[in-house]
């Protein structure tokens, strides 16, 4: 630095020439202090023995890693303190200590010799005593902040501060200051390395002052944990004269009273061996353990769970078979094979009393009833009743429970459901289970193959409880609107029991039975002030609902009863009486038409029979044929089931083409599109395969279908016509569109036993095996026409 100045101060040193060098581990020394030392390597003692002997001045250099043993040139600071060896020990384990003082900063300016030690040539700088009014201010602040230093540190004495404020110069106080400071090696050697007495000052007080900042923040942490110990320890000397209190006065403390509890519970809850050898491992671990630990209300609330469950707690059955049908009848009507299945479990649970809960599936269609019915079958059982939705689940701990070892663990809803019943025999509803789902959180539906799986769920086993609970008595019902999306394993565990959709005379009984008697009090309306007619009812439901279920005939009731109700508030005159005419002044223009079949007499148009998640419905199959390359193009967002009956349908249509009448060689020509409407809706299946190849025929000899037929029916290359399912939700879908005559495969035809007389005796069925016979009922008595009717 220019402001520097070499100088040679003769009256403190004498004229150097080379200057030994002593490598200093681990620690920085200062000009003017006085610091002891200790070496154990033989040169270095060397070193020290003949600076001692013969009065010269040696070089104190730092090492740059205090490991290295047998420091060179290149393994210290190239900057450290020349001093003079006031004092020298030597010891009988060959080490040597001595006693070092500071004189002036040195640089090493070439290295003469390594040998026997390090000699070299010096700079030696011996700074000016110089002042000016910042260096002033920087003094005192120093010494403001090393007064602070010396307060808040335990370690640091009062001396040093004391001896600080007595140094005579700025430079003084500095190398003093940061000798006594704890920084590490590095800060302190580049404070000796900076020469410039100003610049070595501002540097230092910024140590300080991060030194003080460090020394308060340690204070404050201190004195928070020794309040924070102090308050413990005052609540355990409390709690212990506390104890003694109630000990003279012969009660209890709460803890004890505690433990006391859960060992009577324990003793009178009837819990098996494992279960009980467990609650009581971990009472005696809740005895031992103090009430403000943590692992204390984890503990607890373990045993909680463990004493509350119903081990061998029951609801008393109610097995009057006679009493049970007027329940089941009183609730729901038709049903027949549910409530039949309900019945003959309960005879048997009479004949045999240890016979193990049955697992039902009800899958039909929404609205139908099937929640409502396990509510029904509870009531006619005697027994609780307990229900979780699975519908978009998909962490497997919601069924199984999280181990003990999470924060706010809790065992599954199966077993949460089980102590909210209080009863270990409840009839037990586990809703859409056709919607459960999985992700990286595991697998529900595999859970629950424990669970529903008679000879297994005697011993399910919650995460949470780690103990086995049996779950043989409980009686499972599960729900689902398909059965596709069930697991098959899952599926194979279960009795299915369809509730396929109502006609239109079922519903009928239910909206006079159930419905409109139950939305008249929802509505705060009298049974005088709404009267609906037969024919009222069946308007409602052949006009404004389309459906499976029974929702929306629901809402359309609710609609009315709140235009009603409007009035009776409003004091407006109303009529009691709702004849048919009158229902579109309260629910607007009629939805739908019966017997006004749209798209009859279209060449190339068919209606085919379907069966979703929603019920029966219809789909009409659309086919064009346009010039081209051969090419087949289907749309209408098809499964891929769906797409290959379309390709099975048209090979087997080609296969037959010369008895048709068709020309062989139509498709080398041809392009052909089939089309589904109602694209953003997904189609999968194969019972549209003798709908598909009816419509291809028709649209290639120019022939449209009868009107008001229908057909459903898988197909194959041969033209077999394969059975289908679904066959009473089908039915009523042709009902409610208009249809009077169905096309159905013959191994079909066992299966009209189902179906009510009302749809019986509407439809003509016709039964086929072959597409041959397709073809000849669905064209009878239609001519060849000479271009496509326009829509």
């Known amino acids: 630095m220019e402001s520097q100045v070499l100088v040679k101060d003769e009256t403190q040193l004498p004229k150097i020439d080379l200057m030994p060098c002593l490598p200093v581990r681990g620690m920085v020394v200062f000009p003017y202090l006085v610091m002891p030392l200790m070496i154990v390597d033989q040169k270095q003692a060397k070193l020290v023995d003949d600076a001692l002997m013969g009065g010269k001045v040696i070089g104190l250099f730092t090492q740059k890693e205090s490991t290295t043993a047998n420091a060179g040139p290149d393994d210290i600071y190239h900057v450290g303190t020349a001093a003079t060896v006031l004092k020298m020990l030597r010891f009988p384990d060959g080490s040597v200590r001595f006693l070092v003082q500071g004189l002036h900063r040195a640089r090493i300016k070439k290295v003469v010799e390594t040998e026997p030690y390090i000699m070299a040539e010096m700079d030696i700088y011996n700074e000016p005593d110089t002042t000016s009014v910042k260096i002033e201010a920087l003094k005192r602040n120093c010494l403001d902040l090393l007064k602070k230093v010396v307060d808040l540190a335990p370690n640091v ?131 031992k353990m103090n009430p403000s630990a943590a692992e204390y209300t984890v503990s607890r609330t373990y045993l909680d769970w463990l004493v509350s469950l119903p081990w061998e707690r029951s609801s008393p059955e109610e097995l009057d078979i006679k009493k049970a049908t007027k329940i089941l009848d009183e609730d729901h009507y038709g049903l027949e094979k549910v409530k039949e299945r309900i019945l003959e479990f309960l005879a048997v649970r009479k004949l045999k009393s240890d016979l193990k ?81 999985k992700d990286f959180r595991g697998d529900p539906s595999s859970a629950l193959l424990e669970v529903l799986d008679p000879e297994q769920n005697n011993t ?71 009267q609906m007619s037969d024919e009222t009812v069946l308007k409602l439901i052949q006009n404004y609902t389309r459906e499976s279920g029974l929702r929306n005939l629901g809402r359309e009731i609710a609609n009315v009863c709140r235009k009603i109700a409007k009035r009776v508030a409003s004091n407006e005159k109303t009529k009691a009486a709702i004849r048919p005419q009158d229902i579109p002044e309260f629910l607007g223009p009629e939805r739908y038409i019966l017997d006004k079949l749209p798209r009859q007499g279209e060449i190339g148009v068919v209606p085919g029979l379907a069966y979703t998640s929603t019920g029966g419905d219809i789909l009409y199959i659309e086919v064009t044929q346009m010039s081209g390359k051969s090419s087949l193009t289907l749309t209408g967002h098809l499964g891929d089931v769906m797409k290959e009956s379309v390709q099975t349908a048209l090979s087997c249509v080609r ?73 009473k939700e089908k039915c009523l879908a042709a009902l409610r569109y208009g249809f009077k005559e169905i096309i159905l495969p013959a191994d079909n035809e066992r299966d009209l036993v189902d179906l009510p007389k009302e749809i019986k005796s509407h439809f003509r069925f016709h039964f086929v095996d072959h597409i041959e016979q397709v073809f000849e009922i669905a064209f009878a008595g239609r001519k060849k026409e000479s271009k496509l009717p326009s829509p």
């Open 460 to 530: 399910f086993s919650d995460h949470y409880l780690d103990v086995p609970f049996d779950l043989s008595r409980v009686m499972f019902i599960t729900t689902g609107n398909i059965l596709d999306t069930i697991p098959s394993v899952l599926l194979d565990r279960m009795e299915v029991i369809r509730l396929p959709g109502y006609t239109d005379r079922e519903k009928l009984q239910i909206a006079k039975k159930y419905l409109i008697p139950r939305e008249i009090e929802n509505h705060g309306l009298k049974p005088t002030q709404l």
């Open 357 to 437: 809960g049955p697992i039902l599936c009800f899958v039909g269609p929404p609205g139908v009833g099937k929640t409502s019915l396990g509510r029904s079958i509870a009531r006619a059982m005697g027994r609780k009743f307990a229900r979780i939705s699975l519908g978009g689940m998909h962490d497997e701990a919601e069924i199984r429970g999280h181990r003990r070892t999470y924060v706010g663990s809790l065992p599954g809803r199966i077993i949460q459901s089980i102590r909210r019943c209080d009863s270990n025999n409840p009839v037990f509803m586990l809703d859409e289970i056709d919607k459960i789902g």
């Open 157 to 287: 004495s009062e001396e040093i501060y004391i001896t600080a404020i007595n140094q005579e110069s700025a430079s003084k106080l500095a190398d003093y200051a940061a000798s006594n400071l704890n920084l590490n090696i590095a800060d302190k050697q580049d404070l000796l390395e900076t020469y410039e007495v100003q610049k070595r000052m501002e540097k230092l007080v910024t140590h300080l002052n991060r030194e003080v900042g460090v020394l308060e923040l340690s204070q404050k942490i201190q004195a928070e944990a020794a309040n924070e110990m102090g308050k413990m320890q005052r609540d355990y000397i409390l709690r212990e004269q506390l104890k003694a209190i109630r000990k003279e006065l012969g009660e209890e403390d709460d803890r004890t009273a505690e433990v006391g509890e859960f060992q009577k519970k324990i003793e009178e809850g009837g819990l098996p061996p494992l279960a009980r050898e467990a609650a009581v491992k971990e009472l005696d671990r809740l005895s």
């Open 655 to 727: 296969s037959q083409a010369k008895e048709l009448g068709i020309d062989p060689t139509f498709f080398e020509k041809t392009d052909i599109h089939v089309h589904v409407p109602a694209g953003a809706v997904p189609k999968d299946g194969p019972s549209a395969g003798i709908t598909v190849a009816t419509a291809l025929v028709g649209m290639l000899t120019k022939r449209s279908v009868r009107p008001k037929l229908s057909m459903t029916g898988e197909i194959t290359l041969r033209g077999m016509v394969l059975p289908i399912g679904g066959l």
